[in-house]
Nanobody
Framework: QVQLVESGGGLVQAGGSLRLSCAAS????????MGWFRQAPGKEREFVAA???????TYADSVKGRFTISRDNAKNTMYLQMNSLKPEDTAVYYC?????????????WGQGTQVTVSS
């Protein structure tokens, strides 16, 4: 198990950028598959991006070309660089991790950080 804490959210104008961070406790972060999810008001939580323990990455179509996921195992931290932000990116962003296959879902979640994009 790892404890996950997100930071970096805030208010930004459309077209702007933010970088989210997800700090993980424990010494096994490097072996975890990690991901970012988001939930907008009145909507279900949706997948944003994922990075495997061997640095394979995947993105939701809605963020491809604008968001970049990365990790620094030496700092036990995962990042989400968000560029060209749109009002529809407004949501609470959550980081998640699992030591197993992501096909079985994520079993470690952060508390979330709010991202608000104004038009």
């Amino acid at each position: 198990q790892v404890q996950l804490v997100e930071s970096g959210g805030g208010l930004v104008q459309a077209g702007g950028s933010l970088r989210l961070s997800c700090a993980a406790s424990g010494r096994t972060f490097s072996t975890y598959n990690m991901g970012w999810f988001r939930q907008a008001p009145g909507k279900e939580r949706e997948f944003v991006a994922a990075i495997s323990w061997i640095n394979g990455v995947t993105y939701a179509d809605s963020v491809k070309g604008r968001f970049t996921i990365s990790r620094d195992n030496a700092k036990n931290t995962m990042y989400l660089q968000m560029n060209s932000l749109k009002p529809e990116d407004t949501a609470v962003y959550y980081c998640a991790g699992t030591s197993g296959s992501t096909k079985r879902g994520y079993d470690n979640w952060g508390q979330g950080t709010q991202v608000t994009v104004s038009s």
